[in-house]
């Protein structure tokens, strides 16, 4: 299977991102697992799917290394805040995100179309 991802870190965290507004993912436990490892795939700190939300801009799930679910990651968020407005998913400068742990809001600094901060 391809899977068309980008790679992103924040502030110490790396993640492999993965739009599911354009391509859904059946078994996310399993590709964290095997794009995680550091010597043998892309080596990350795990998933972070970006998907559609009915109660926020766009919602984040997150999945570790070892495939078990994380409720939310503050480095890996700033980097779903900053692909949902680069690739047009979501384009207000105060971005809600739904995740595991509840709604949260992203203030967003884009600069010439791309957020910056």
């Known amino acids: 299977m391809r899977l068309p991802f980008t790679k992103m870190h924040g502030i110490g965290n790396d993640y492999v991102y ?47 290394a070892d495939g078990s679910r994380g409720e939310m990651c503050g480095n890996g968020i700033r980097c779903v805040g900053k692909f949902a407005y680069d690739h047009g998913l979501a384009r207000r400068t105060e971005m809600r995100v739904e995740t595991d742990a509840g709604i949260k809001l992203l203030h967003l600094e884009p600069v010439n179309g791309k957020v910056e901060r």
């Open 18 to 64: 993965v739009n599911v507004f354009a391509h859904p993912v059946p078994d996310p436990a399993r590709v964290a697992q095997l794009v995680s490892p550091r010597r043998t795939a892309i080596g990350s700190d795990g998933l972070i799917l970006i998907c559609p939300s009915k109660v926020a801009d766009v919602r984040m799930e997150m999945y570790n």
